[in-house]
């Protein structure tokens, strides 16, 4: 929501880049700061309303504490002679995004990193992580990698989709904008751990910034 940051997920409010950003297919450097000001400031004050105005404490389940326990442990489980080091694996992913779902990009290209991307997906269950509980970095990594490969098939299958060069998307077999794609965004969510696309319509602007907009694409072709 865009005015209380309240996320589909009751009690959970986002901000930023990770609630998708206002920016649209580029960004300049430092205009998420007032994103994060403004919407940051937003999602504290509507948090904190939220739970002032809480009658009563949602109950825990102890099984399905448990259950969020094991799965927590899962990396301490696996063996480090068989299993996946975090940190080359990491190294791995980097190179499959920067090759398949780099700067340029295809769909022949795009297609292929996929397919890595779910090799590497399927390998994530074998992550392991070793030492202390306490500030363990590899143990965080392993974590962080499982959802970085979500990611990366999210970016991977909207990328695809979208068969136009547009801001810093940039496609070498569609190098021109399609009009009618200017009009479309793509929700990517996950269902049944598969990537899911559906296409939503983005919202005409306010009057003012479509007469700005306008006036920039006269602009640009007179010059």
Known sequence: DAE???TSV???????????????ANRLGGNSLSDLLVFGNRAGVHAGRAATDMDDLPELDDDELA?????????????????EQPFEFHEELKAVMEEHVGIKRD????????EKLEALKERTADLYATGD?????????????????????AIAHAARERTESRGAHSRADHPEPDDELG??????????????????????????LAEMLEADQVAKEEA
């Open 10 to 24: 009751p009690g959970l409010y986002a901000s930023g880049e990770v609630a998708g950003g206002l920016h649209g």
């Open 107 to 114: 769909h022949e290209g795009l297609t292929e990193g996929i």
């Open 133 to 153: 509980r306490a500030y363990n970095s590899g143990w965080q990594t392993a974590f962080d990698l499982v959802n970085m490969v979500d990611v990366g098939l």
């Open 4 to 6: 209380t940051q309240e």
């Open 183 to 208: 009009s479309v965004k793509f929700a990517v969510s996950l269902a049944d751990g598969e990537v899911q696309l559906e296409r939503e319509s983005v919202p005409e602007p306010r009057e003012e």
């Open 67 to 83: 259950s969020v326990r094991d799965y927590l442990e899962f990396p301490f489980e696996n063996d480090p002679e068989t299993g």
